[in-house]
């Protein structure tokens, strides 16, 4: 379970959210959605602590992220995170067992000889074990994808983090990483947070959808609840319409 509590952020002048409250439930999925700059990778990063709010606390299973004095207590609070950041943000210079590998060296401190076996079956899972010795730059963008989700799961989180999980391919390799997501959730059963702005594509892998407007939640239910509401900047995001209450950047 994630709460944010009455969280405000701002960069400089730029108030991206004011006072913004959201208990994430464990077992379910929520899609965070909202037009693009509207704060969902900042509300992302507050949530990992790599970003501290200016007002307002984060808890993560009940552990107060914003009062962290350090990063060795950030570090043991996110040991129940996973994430798949934006664009994979793969290591170019590591081979995908490498990078699989090392969270779990690294974050979890295992020797190689105990994370191996780890590496190997999460690997083999997402279809990667022929891949294991290439590097980032020799495989495709839908296959990066995969490897920095491996990399997100080999850690056994209880909760992940997909940070526009779909950006940058193609509809086939999109729908492809859906399918990753609902065929991984269904085998090791974390909480998602998927970070989106395609409406409604994201709807198949939430139970709960909840967007962000001009520093606030203006809206929050069921995929189906958007498509039944009546507000007009979730039907304007919903169908892509230039006209409406949501102002082009
Ligand atoms: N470290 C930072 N310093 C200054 N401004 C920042 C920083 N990080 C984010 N911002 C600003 O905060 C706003 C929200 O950014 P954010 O990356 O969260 O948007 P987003 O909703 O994830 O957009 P996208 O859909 O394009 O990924 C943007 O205007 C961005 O320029
Ligand atoms: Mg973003």
Redesign the pocket.
């Known amino acids: 379970m994630i709460s944010v509590c009455n969280v405000s952020k701002r960069?400089?002048a730029?108030v991206?959210l004011e006072h913004v409250s959201l208990e994430i439930p464990e077992g379910r999925t929520t899609a965070i959605v909202?037009?693009?700059?509207?704060?969902?990778?900042?509300?992302?990063?507050l949530i990992m602590g790599i970003?501290q709010p200016d007002e307002g606390e984060i808890f993560v299973f009940g552990e107060n992220m914003t009062a962290a004095r350090s990063e060795t207590e950030r570090n043991r609070i996110r040991e129940c995170l996973g994430v798949l950041f934006?664009a994979a943000a793969l290591f170019d210079s590591l081979t995908v067992y490498e990078n699989v590998c090392f969270p779990l060296i690294e974050r979890l401190h295992l020797s190689p000889k105990e994370a191996h076996p780890r590496v190997v079956e999460i690997l083999e899972s997402l279809s990667l074990t022929d891949y294991a010795a290439n590097f980032p730059e020799e495989i495709s963008i839908g296959m990066r994808k995969r490897v920095g989700l491996a990399r997100a799961l080999v850690t056994r989180p209880k909760v992940v983090l997909f940070?526009?999980p779909n950006?940058g391919l193609d509809p086939l390799v999109g729908q492809e990483v859906y399918d990753l997501i609902k065929e991984t959730k269904a085998t090791w059963g974390y909480t998602g947070i998927v970070?989106s702005?395609e409406l409604p594509e994201v709807f198949q892998v939430a139970d709960r959808v909840v967007m962000?407007l001009k520093g606030s939640i203006v809206k929050d239910g069921t995929p189906q609840e958007f498509i039944d509401s009546d507000n007009p900047a979730v039907q304007q995001f919903l169908h892509g319409r230039t006209d409406g209450p949501i102002r082009i950047q």
């Open positions: 960069f400089g730029q991206v909202g037009p693009s700059g509207v704060g969902k990778s900042v509300l992302l990063k970003l934006q940070d526009e950006t970070i702005h962000l």
